[in-house]
């Protein structure tokens, strides 16, 4: 049988950390303290004009590649997932695919799961690979979320940062991806979204992230626990034997409310929401990596990584590393 692993991780950020001071220095009506307590958020970076999901994204797949060992021509399929792509058209995946300098003849698109973006899109690369189509596939979340934040709304713009998370995905005969599951609920689009539009030539509706943070807050909890409990059973994993969970980078509340749901304890939840602050689809992959870099996510571990974002769309990924 065919399986998909993890061949090698990379991560990019743009430019220095932004801190919650600087924040309040730029004129916004906030607080260090108000956000690190409701956020656990310390800092986010952002792209700098003229950086684009592209740029950031073609910068941690060549971390990625690296890491692998493999060159950009090893690859036969990129997908990035983004909700901030450069252009209507191309995609973001072609433009990645020419600033890698890749040979022309390897698929690339783009998916939009919000924040679930990365884990749709290592669930599709990995169903690719276990067809026996592709054996190699970029597998990418990059995002500049700061283009489409309401700088005069501090209850979104204080939550999110810039950046890019990428995996190389290979073919394989033992699993590394262990099990997968997707969902979403349409209904739910009213209370994450950003509802601008363009249309003959001008943007009709906000361009801006709208929120319900409650309501956000208390829906991810509950479909990230039970987005685990579905892989957990279909991989027939007791919670006792994951060494690691990495939930989307949101908040830390909604982290730790859903790791205590699933009986997972605090020092085994991969944080990095504090430093990057929420990245959408970038975010589980930049903690991915983080955590592999500094030597906590080791080789034969079992890791849960988990989606949850606009639509709504949630899902997540049971991995030995
Ligand atoms: N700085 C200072 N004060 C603020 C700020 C800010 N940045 N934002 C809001 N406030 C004030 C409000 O005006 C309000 O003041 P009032 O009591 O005088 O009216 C007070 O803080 C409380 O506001 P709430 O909106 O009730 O704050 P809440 O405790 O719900 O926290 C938060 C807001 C942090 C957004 C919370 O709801 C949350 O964590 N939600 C999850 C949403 C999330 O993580 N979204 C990320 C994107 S979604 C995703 O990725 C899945």
Same mark, same amino acid.
């Given at each position: 049988? =065919?399986?998909?692993?993890?061949?090698?991780?990379?991560?990019? !950020?743009?430019?220095?950390?932004?801190?919650?001071?600087?924040? !309040?220095?730029?004129?916004i009506?906030?607080?260090?303290?108000?956000?690190?307590?409701?956020?656990?958020?310390?800092?986010?970076?952002f792209?700098?004009?003229?950086?684009?999901?592209?740029?950031?994204?073609?910068?941690?797949?060549?971390?990625?590649?690296?890491?692998?060992?493999?060159?950009?021509?090893? =690859?036969?399929?990129?997908?990035?997932?983004?909700t901030t792509?450069?252009?209507?058209?191309?995609?973001?995946?072609?433009?990645?695919?020419?600033?890698?300098?890749?040979?022309?003849?390897?698929?690339?698109?783009?998916?939009?799961?919000v924040?679930?973006?990365?884990?749709?899109?290592?669930?599709?690369?990995?169903?690719?690979?276990?067809?026996?189509?592709? /054996?190699?596939?970029?597998?990418?979340?990059?995002e500049t979320v700061s283009r489409i934040l309401d700088w005069s709304d501090r209850t979104t713009c204080v939550l999110f940062?810039d &950046?890019?998370?990428?995996?190389?995905?290979?073919?394989?005969?033992?699993?590394?991806?262990?099990?997968?599951?997707?969902?979403?609920?349409?209904?739910?689009?009213d209370i994450l979204s950003v509802p601008g539009q363009i249309?003959?030539?001008?943007v009709t509706g906000s361009p801006f992230i709208r929120m319900d943070g409650?309501?956000?807050?208390?829906?991810?909890?509950?479909?990230?626990?039970?987005?685990?409990?579905?892989?957990?059973?279909?991989?027939?994993?007791?919670?006792?034997?994951?060494?690691?969970?990495?939930?989307?980078?949101?908040?830390?509340?909604?982290?730790?409310?859903?790791?205590?749901?699933? &009986?997972?304890?605090?020092?085994?939840? =991969?944080?990095?929401?504090?430093?990057?602050?929420n990245?959408s689809?970038?975010?589980?992959?930049?903690?991915?990596?983080?955590? !592999?870099?500094?030597?906590?996510? /080791?080789?034969?571990?079992?890791?849960?990584?988990?989606?949850?974002?606009g639509?709504?769309?949630? &899902?997540?990924?049971?991995?030995?590393?």
């Amino acid at each position: 049988m =065919i399986f998909s692993r993890i061949a090698g991780t990379g991560s990019y !950020v743009p430019g220095a950390p932004v801190t919650n001071d600087d924040l !309040v220095a730029r004129g916004i009506d906030t607080s260090d303290e108000w956000i690190r307590e409701r956020t656990g958020i310390r800092a986010r970076h952002f792209a700098e004009e003229g950086v684009t999901t592209s740029k950031l994204g073609a910068e941690a797949a060549r971390r990625a590649l690296d890491a692998a060992g493999m060159k950009p021509a090893d =690859i036969d399929l990129v997908i990035v997932a983004t909700t901030t792509p450069d252009m209507v058209f191309p995609s973001t995946a072609c433009l990645v695919q020419h600033e890698l300098g890749m040979p022309s003849g390897a698929a690339a698109f783009d998916m939009q799961a919000v924040c679930s973006g990365f884990v749709y899109a290592l669930t599709i690369a990995d169903k690719f690979i276990r067809s026996g189509s592709n /054996k190699r596939v970029l597998v990418i979340g990059a995002e500049t979320v700061s283009r489409i934040l309401d700088w005069s709304d501090r209850t979104t713009c204080v939550l999110f940062g810039d &950046g890019a998370g990428a995996v190389v995905l290979e073919a394989d005969e033992v699993p590394g991806i262990m099990a997968t599951t997707l969902h979403a609920d349409g209904s739910h689009s009213d209370i994450l979204s950003v509802p601008g539009q363009i249309a003959n030539g001008v943007v009709t509706g906000s361009p801006f992230i709208r929120m319900d943070g409650q309501a956000v807050f208390k829906f991810a909890v509950r479909v990230l626990a039970d987005a685990a409990h579905e892989v957990l059973t279909r991989a027939a994993l007791p919670v006792d034997q994951l060494d690691w969970m990495i939930p989307h980078q949101a908040n830390i509340r909604i982290m730790l409310a859903t790791a205590k749901r699933l &009986g997972v304890s605090e020092d085994h939840v =991969i944080v990095t929401v504090d430093r990057h602050g929420n990245t959408s689809s970038a975010s589980v992959p930049l903690a991915l990596d983080a955590a !592999v870099r500094e030597g906590r996510v /080791k080789r034969g571990q079992t890791v849960l990584l988990e989606g949850v974002g606009g639509g709504f769309t949630w &899902g997540a990924a049971l991995i030995r590393y």
